[in-house]
């Protein structure tokens, strides 16, 4: 019996050896508890530890974690296969209608400590409260934001008030993501739904195409008006730079005719003759020679037809 006794306790010294020695992991940190107390903390490494005495829990702090609320994955593939789970997926909107929502919760630990021991069943709370918090998220809002342009907001809404949720249970978790895999109208509507999207795509599609059309004929019809204002404002210097000419002009005969008149009489007179004879054929006969015309009859020559034969 002695040396049985001592076996023993050979035994337990060499177990408590090497149970003295652990190892942290880079993506962990460890928790180090003595008789249930944390006492202490260890970065990734070898450590050092009392046996029977001390023990060592490693959450993984640095990991991205993650739930899936609404649905499980079934096989990860590839290609991975999903099963909803209708129980937690579906949802009442604001407006009173069911929809099947499936998300997925991103998650770190900030606080192992806190982790650890302030909450019971960590994944499963979190999990409990993500599917509440989502539902309270969806019942303040109508059907057509939640299938439509109200998901992202609806994603930053539920990650805000979860980790208000998670911190006031002291949780130690940071919540990174909330995404919404997928958010459906119950099989039976789900035709239903499928024609109010394709009359809501096709009244999208008609309003791009006429803001197209609005904004080809718009460019067009201001490129016109202002082609025709500068035309008109063209025409317009024109006719005002025409007018000053002319009564220029005219202020300046005026100003000399009242200087001389007779003498600018005389030289419009000219002025106006030359104009008018210098566009016609015209004889000029000196001296007596107005007393016999006749020579000078017809004042144009006649116009000579051209021979049509031989003389006769």
Same mark, same amino acid.
């Given at each position: ?6 076996? $023993?306790?050979? +035994? ?27 006492? @202490? ?25 993650? %739930? ?8 990860? #593939? ?72 109200? @998901? ?6 539920? *990650? ?13 978790? =940071? %919540? ?29 599609? =008609?309003? !791009? ?15 016109? =008006? ?12 024109? @006719? ?10 005219? +202020?300046?005969?005026? *100003? !000399? ?12 007179? $000219?002025?106006?003759? !030359?104009?008018?004879? #210098?566009?016609?054929?015209?004889? %000029?006969? !000196? ?23 031989? =003389?006769?």
């Amino acid at each position: 019996m002695p040396s049985l006794g001592i076996v $023993i306790v050979i +035994l337990l010294v060499i177990y408590g050896a090497f149970g003295s020695f652990y190892t942290v992991a880079p993506e962990e940190l460890g928790v180090i508890k003595r008789f249930g107390a944390v006492v @202490r903390t260890a970065d990734p490494g070898p450590h050092f530890k009392i046996p029977y005495v001390e023990t060592v829990l490693k959450p993984q702090v640095t990991k991205v974690h993650r %739930i899936e609320v609404g649905f499980e994955t079934i096989d990860p #593939g590839p290609p991975a296969r999903y099963r909803p789970v209708k129980r937690e997926a579906l949802m009442l909107t604001g407006d009173e209608n069911i929809v099947q929502v499936e998300f997925i919760v991103q998650y770190k630990i900030n606080d192992p400590s806190a982790f650890l021991f302030n909450i019971r069943d960590q994944e499963k709370t979190l999990k409990d409260a993500s599917e509440a918090t989502m539902r309270e998220v969806v019942g303040k809002n109508p059907i057509d934001e939640v299938l439509t342009e109200g @998901r992202f907001r609806m994603q930053q809404d539920t *990650k805000q008030l979860l980790q208000a949720t998670m911190d006031s249970y002291g949780s130690g978790l =940071s %919540i990174v993501a909330v995404q919404l895999q997928d958010v459906l109208p119950p099989g039976e509507v789900a035709d239903a739904f499928k024609d109010v999207a394709s009359a809501r795509e096709d009244r999208e599609k =008609s309003e !791009e195409q006429a803001e197209g059309y609005r904004n080809d004929l718009i460019p067009k019809a201001k490129g016109e =008006s202002e082609k025709l204002v500068n035309e008109a404002m063209a025409y317009r210097e024109a @006719r005002i730079n025409q007018a000053k000419g002319d009564t220029s002009r005219f +202020l300046q005969v005026l *100003k !000399e005719y009242q200087k001389a008149r007779d003498v600018t009489q005389k030289r419009i007179y $000219i002025e106006t003759m !030359e104009e008018v004879l #210098g566009r016609m054929e015209k004889v %000029i006969i !000196e001296g007596g020679a107005d007393k016999n015309l006749v020579p000078y009859l017809p004042l144009r020559p006649e116009r000579k037809t051209p021979s049509t034969g031989g =003389s006769k």
